[in-house]
């Protein structure tokens, strides 16, 4: 049984990062309240949880104090000013290491520091460290050889896979080490890891979000994403996150969007898809019927839902994603990945050197199929709100029983990535088992406000987000 202070330390690392930021602002507690928290829970879980590869206690420290001094004289930056955070091992601070979970790359320090990292510094957020994750970010399953991979915290007993390839921000927001975390998606690294740890994740699209000192995997499909505790907060981040960028060109043509203004306007009205079972493939048969259980609730607020043909199946494209991720990772990576006296981890370095096996016609022809898909599910989703999936097919499975020579994890989320789409994970419900199942709300390119806002409605007219946290 935990005690009375073991109680009111759970239930301030647990909190939204919008109820912390009220606190904050009426005094009720402090930033370095907050980043003590933090540390304190890493202290004493993360030699089993394996989420942080860095920690910066002392910086976190000073920034809580200054921020403290900042808001008592009221000079308050915004809702996320004294708020920690954690990022993802494989954006840069300035004169840190970055390794992208690689022991190839322990000895790489930062030559500047990524635009998301500034913004959200700017924003008066406070760097709690860096997270683990799959080695060059090229894995759904979440395990790192080389590195250690962290532990899935919704089961204490067996080891299972905590989703990748942000798989240490995943376990951190999960366990309550850290609030908010940051995390990138190329097939689906943002939304998996949520998915399997109960959490938010949000994937942006492509020229939403500086991809500016973020180490690459796919110059096509690559895009960063907050993953927090529940929608509102994702919106919060988002908001400080996105916007054109002079070092990231993509993002230049594309204005900063107001994702809170309609977040809690409801989904009254609006109309939903859904793919047939067919199309969908095989699934857990518990994460069907909690699929079935969120349309419900969908319905229940007053959308539409119907069925959604595409024009080439779902599989396929989750097929045609996983050659593009490979012939472009391979391309980065090509100086060093064909080294056999290199501390690889093995699965990684075979999924990148099969991208050497596609010519560059077959490149050419993928990208030229892409663009042509793009257009036909565009016109496809003209009329509709957004599409429904679920995010992975399975709940998270015990590391033991992985076969790494499969990606069944991502089926359900490259093909976004290929689209060009925008998507949220987000809590739909447990197995019997006590695992977190998720539901994908998928939208238009540079939509991410309407997802949100229907994420934000079903998220609030179900209990999912609040259910007991995975480590007191």
């Known amino acids: 049984m935990m005690s009375s202070s073991q109680n009111a330390t759970a239930a301030l690392a647990y909190a939204p990062i919008h109820v912390m930021a009220d606190s904050l602002r009426a005094g009720t507690w402090s930033a370095s309240q907050l980043v003590d928290c933090y540390l304190q829970r890493i202290g004493c879980h993360d030699e089993k949880l394996h989420a942080f590869a860095e920690i910066y206690e002392k910086e976190a420290r000073i920034a809580g104090e200054l921020a403290d001094r900042a808001i008592r004289a009221g000079q308050r930056l915004g809702p996320l000013h004294g708020i920690p955070i954690a990022f993802k091992d494989l954006l840069d601070i300035e004169g840190r290491p970055t390794r992208g979970g690689s022991l190839f790359w322990r000895e790489r320090v930062s030559p500047v520091t990524a635009t998301v990292v500034q913004r959200l510094s700017a924003a008066g957020m406070i760097t709690l460290g860096k997270t683990h994750m799959v080695e060059f970010a090229f894995g759904a399953w979440g395990t ?63 020229g939403r979000v500086s991809n500016h000192g973020a180490l690459m995997l796919s110059a096509t499909l690559d895009t960063l994403g907050p993953m927090t505790r529940d929608v509102e907060d994702a919106a919060l981040l988002f908001a400080a996150m996105h916007g054109p960028d002079r070092n990231d060109p993509q993002t230049l043509a594309h204005p900063p969007v107001d994702a809170l203004a309609d977040l809690k306007s409801g989904v009254a009205g609006l109309r939903l898809a859904v793919l047939s079972e067919a199309e969908l493939g095989e699934i857990d048969p518990e994460v069907a019927r909690a699929f079935v259980l969120a349309l419900e609730v969908m319905r229940g607020l007053g959308a539409r839902v119907e069925t959604l043909s595409l024009p080439l199946s779902y599989r396929r494209l989750a097929d045609l994603t996983g050659k593009i991720i490979a012939a472009e990772g391979y391309a980065l990576h090509r100086e060093w990945i064909d080294r056999d006296d290199a501390p690889f981890d093995v699965h990684v370095r075979d999924r990148i050197r099969w991208g050497k096996t596609l010519s560059a016609a077959d490149y050419i022809g993928l990208m030229t199929e892409r663009e042509r898909l793009q257009r036909e599910v565009a016109w496809a989703l003209r009329d509709l709100d957004a599409l429904l999936l679920p995010t992975t097919p399975l709940p998270a499975v015990a590391l033991a029983e992985i076969d790494q020579g499969k990606s069944p994890m991502s089926l359900l989320t490259r093909p976004v990535n290929l689209l060009g789409l925008c998507a949220l994970a987000l809590p739909c419900g447990f197995t019997a088992g006590g695992l977190p199942i998720s539901l994908q709300i998928v939208g238009s390119g540079y939509e991410e406000a309407r997802i949100l806002r229907i994420g934000w409605a079903f998220e609030n007219a179900t209990d999912w987000h609040n259910r007991r946290p995975p480590v007191p």
Request: proline share 11%.
């Open 144 to 206: 790192n050889a080389t590195m250690g991979t962290p532990w899935n915290p919704w089961d204490p007993q067996t080891p299972r896979a905590p989703g990748g390839s942000s798989s240490g921000s995943g376990v951190a927001v999960a366990a309550g080490l850290a609030p908010a975390a940051i995390g990138s998606d190329t097939g689906g690294s943002v939304r998996i890891p949520a998915a399997l740890c109960g959490i938010v994740g949000l994937k942006t699209t492509v």
